[in-house]
């Protein structure tokens, strides 16, 4: 009896202690970092204006708008890791100027819990969904028809953009940089190759993170949302060194629709597309627009 009492105890411990280094990890995993957003919008363009609009869920978001020319808008949804509206990783500054210098109304926003948005925890993807719905209704209130609307979006921007799928359905045209088909599998990548996280220790903390936060990654799956996007042009960008989100998931993705397009990029990693082959990237995504916001 003494026996059974000792092992129930143990047993009642490890799992405590699992539970609460579950818990922890949870929390330390779903932290959006700090991105104040330093840089000057001057430098982009001196025809700037300081918005702010709502996510489709009501949370308040903040940006800003470079008025165009041509009756075209350009919206970009940045990834995480630090990032907000600059989005300096991924060459955003430099690829906006590109086409505020061709006319087109760029809008270069924060996802929640990035820069000036309201702070909230990183999930990956499932409220993030929010804001890129909130975005879009956004320009369609500056009286642009959602045909003329177009979107770049890369890394969680773009698992962001196809979880938000059926809302955005009209828009002319939509470039995914290296998107993913789901996100559990990659973020147990992060959590095992970049901070020695077990894989036991995994479904104990996507637990607590829903029970806790309300953040289920198993929801998050892009490619059960694409089927929305069968027929909207979709333009999407790869690296064919990209480790994060191999390219097998845009594969997978242009698989689910009529109307995509890909392009893989030579020696290039996660969402360096730009950065490695600028003019490759302006070319491709420059003819895309043209050829597909009405």
């Given amino acids: 009896m003494k026996i059974i009492v000792i092992i129930v105890l143990g047993v009642f411990i490890l799992i405590t202690i699992y539970l609460g280094v579950s818990t922890y990890i949870a929390s330390v995993l779903t932290v959006s970092g700090e991105s104040p957003v330093t840089y000057d919008e001057n430098q982009i363009s001196e025809r700037v204006v300081d918005v702010a609009f709502k996510a489709?869920?009501?949370?308040?978001?903040?940006?800003?708008?470079?008025?165009?020319?041509?009756d075209k808008a350009i919206m970009f949804v940045h990834g995480a890791g630090n990032q907000n509206r600059v989005n300096e990783v991924?060459?955003?500054?430099?690829?906006?100027?590109?086409?505020?210098?061709?006319?087109?109304?760029?809008?270069?926003f924060d996802l929640r819990g990035t820069g000036e948005s309201t702070k909230t925890r990183l999930s990956f993807g499932q409220y993030e969904q929010n804001d890129v719905r909130g975005a879009f209704e956004y320009l369609k209130t500056q009286e642009f028809k959602p045909e003329s609307i177009g979107i770049i979006s890369d890394s969680l921007g773009a698992i962001a953009t196809l979880m938000a799928s059926e809302a955005i359905r009209e828009a002319g045209g939509i470039v995914l940089d290296s998107p993913a088909t789901a996100v559990r599998e990659i973020v147990?990548?992060?959590?095992?190759?970049?901070?020695?996280?077990?894989?036991?220790?995994?479904?104990?903390?996507?637990?607590m993170a829903k029970v806790f936060y309300k953040i289920?990654?198993?929801?998050?799956?892009?490619?059960?949302?694409?089927?929305?996007?069968?027929?909207?042009?979709?333009?999407?960008?790869h690296g064919d060194n990209d480790t994060l989100i191999p390219p097998s998931h845009s594969e997978l993705l242009l698989e689910r629709?009529?109307?995509?397009?890909?392009?893989?990029?030579?020696?290039?990693k996660h969402v360096e597309t730009f950065i490695t082959h600028p003019d490759l990237y302006k070319k491709v995504v420059g003819e895309f627009f043209e050829q597909n916001l009405k």
């Fill in 188 to 207: 147990s990548n992060i959590m095992e190759d970049e901070h020695s996280v077990p894989r036991f220790m995994h479904p104990g903390i996507y637990l």
């Fill in 216 to 237: 289920d990654v198993e929801t998050v799956r892009p490619i059960d949302r694409i089927v929305a996007l069968k027929k909207t042009p979709l333009l999407f960008l």
């Fill in 90 to 108: 991924y060459g955003t500054v430099e690829i906006a100027k590109f086409f505020i210098a061709q006319g087109y109304t760029v809008l270069l």
């Fill in 56 to 70: 489709s869920d009501g949370l308040p978001l903040a940006g800003w708008y470079f008025p165009g020319t041509n």
């Fill in 257 to 268: 629709v009529e109307k995509g397009k890909r392009v893989l990029f030579p020696d290039t």
